[in-house]
């Protein structure tokens, strides 16, 4: 499977057109409680669909908004065309989009673009990862004590909350802060530069993490379930994503 990367961000970077018009923001949909899909995750599903077809027609694709299910191949794109969509509708500006390309059972491209920073995170397997052409590096950190951790609320699933609360403060007791960017791909992407130590999460969908979870190893840090088991890229469920050093300190209070 050989698609250029590059070519790839261009068309992700073009994106940006959609997620700056603010009118477009404003048509909203309600999927389900605090779920909301607006006619900007719309337009950059269908251009991106159509525009990774042009480019590599033989790969399938699968985007948030058609929900998960099935594919034929072994081969797909898998999108998250606004990660962070309750923030774009509020104008809170931490919205990412999120490709990753899964090939045979793994995770070998991914890109994740912050259109507000004009940040681009982008890994190729066995590459490394890299923010705007630049090497990126999980963080040193061998403590919780010395690192901020990231914390996703599973907003759609509100009857985890006393359960995640309770985690959420054994991790602030230990670590020195917590953050809540409301974007899994964001949270991953900034796990991978080193800007934070870790961040964890109770439900997810494939969308939400698999180009993070490529561009977080390849910059040397570790993903896993909860329970410690590998990720499948493909299969929804929480995640706990660190720069390896710290994984077990932080999934033992999880």
């Not at 797909?76 to 059972?105: A, C, E, M, R």
């Not at 004009?118 to 090497?135: D, H, L, T």
Request: proline share 4%; hydrophobic share 40%.
């Amino acid at each position: 499977m050989s698609v250029d990367i590059n070519e790839v961000m261009q068309l992700v970077r073009e994106t940006r057109q959609f997620v700056e018009n603010r009118d477009m923001a404003g048509h909203v949909k309600v999927k389900g409680l605090a779920d909301y899909v607006t006619q900007v995750d719309t337009n950059i599903q269908n251009f991106l669909r159509e525009k990774l077809g042009e480019l590599a027609p033989e790969v399938e694709f699968l985007g948030e908004e058609d929900g998960l299910h099935a594919m034929k191949g072994d081969t797909f794109w898998i999108l998250d065309p606004i990660d962070g969509t309750t923030n774009l509708v509020h104008d809170y500006q931490h919205s990412t989009v999120s490709l990753g390309l899964y090939s045979k059972g793994e995770i070998i491209l991914g890109v994740i673009y912050d259109p507000f920073r004009e940040e681009m995170f982008y890994a190729e397997k066995g590459k490394g990862s890299f923010v705007n052409g630049r090497p990126i590096h999980v963080a040193e950190t061998e403590n919780l004590g010395q690192t901020i951790i990231a914390i996703g609320t599973a907003p759609y699933q509100k009857e985890l909350a006393p359960r995640n609360f309770a985690c959420f403060q054994r991790v602030f007791e230990k670590c020195e802060d917590i953050r809540r960017t409301g974007s899994a791909a964001m949270d991953l992407a900034y796990t991978a530069a080193g800007r934070i130590g870790g961040y964890f999460e109770a439900r997810l969908q494939p969308w939400d993490f698999a180009a993070g979870m490529l561009i977080l190893t390849e910059a040397g840090g570790k993903i896993t379930r909860y329970d410690g088991s590998e990720v499948n890229p493909v299969e929804p469920g929480g995640i706990v994503a660190t720069n390896g050093k710290l994984h077990e300190e932080l999934r033992a209070l999880l």
